[in-house]
């Protein structure tokens, strides 16, 4: 267990309403990770953070703001949330430096209406 | 960007029977890892493999780094082993490596 724990689990929205999905881990890993993971594209990178306010787009990041003020907690912000944007969310870490296992939460499914 | 393919799509396995998941890559990259995602979705890590053989019980891979190949076996499937696998290579690029996912093997292992 890498001490990662998503919130909420499960998430219904109305379109054009911001959301925020918080990652939360508990021992002080330097670096963190939101994938998305859609039917057919398999997980996509969407914004990664290397510390503490440091933060770096992926492949998907459009649509999509992240924060990090402190080490145990990386936020994923939409705006305003589209119907593109229902997916399952997941946090990542790795435990050991910037070239080491990942290791992912349970995951958020959010739900666009 | 680079290419992450995975074979074959599904696959569906008698228990006791075992596979070979294979995945190939189009370019250099610093390592690889496969992951299982469960029925519950759950994302697993199971090996992190740049190159050479991990076993881990009945699970093992072999990573191919200049031929850009890696295979995934299951020996003597049970049906905990169902689920989805995924491999990912792992590039570094400007502060971080980040993972790039293939779209994964189906399995199913029956009784």
């Known amino acids: 267990d890498a001490g990662i724990t998503q919130s909420p689990r499960h998430k219904v929205t109305e379109t054009g309403t911001p959301v925020t999905l918080r990652c939360h881990q508990t021992?002080?890993?330097?670096?963190m990770y939101w994938y998305r993971q859609d039917p057919g594209h398999g997980l996509r990178l969407i914004h990664y953070s290397y510390g503490v306010k440091d933060t770096d787009k992926g492949e998907v990041s459009d649509g999509y703001s992240v924060s990090r003020s402190k080490t145990e907690d990386f936020l994923l912000t939409l705006e305003s949330a589209t119907s593109s944007q229902t997916s399952v969310y997941f946090c990542?870490?790795?435990?050991?430096?910037?070239?080491?296992?990942?290791?992912f939460g349970n995951g958020t499914r959010l739900t666009v209406t | 960007g680079i290419q992450v393919e995975q074979s074959p799509p599904d696959l569906i396995l008698q228990e006791g029977a075992n596979s070979t998941l294979r995945c190939n890559f189009s370019?250099?990259?610093?390592?690889l890892q496969w992951f299982h995602q469960n029925p519950w979705g759950q994302l697993i890590n199971l090996f992190y493999?740049?190159?050479g053989t991990k076993q881990n019980g009945r699970l093992s891979a072999t990573t191919v780094a200049t031929e850009r190949y890696s295979l995934l076996y299951i020996s003597s499937s049970q049906t905990t082993d169902s689920g989805v696998y995924f491999c990912?290579?792992?590039?570094?690029?400007?502060?971080?490596?980040?993972?790039?996912f293939g779209t994964g093997t189906r399995l199913q292992v029956t009784l």
């Open positions: 021992e002080n890993h330097r670096y």
């Open positions: 990912a290579v792992d590039l570094f690029g400007g502060t971080a490596s980040k993972l790039t």
């Open positions: 493999i740049p190159s």
């Open positions: 990542a870490i790795r435990t050991t430096g910037g070239d080491s296992p990942l290791h």
């Open positions: 370019d250099s990259v610093n390592n």
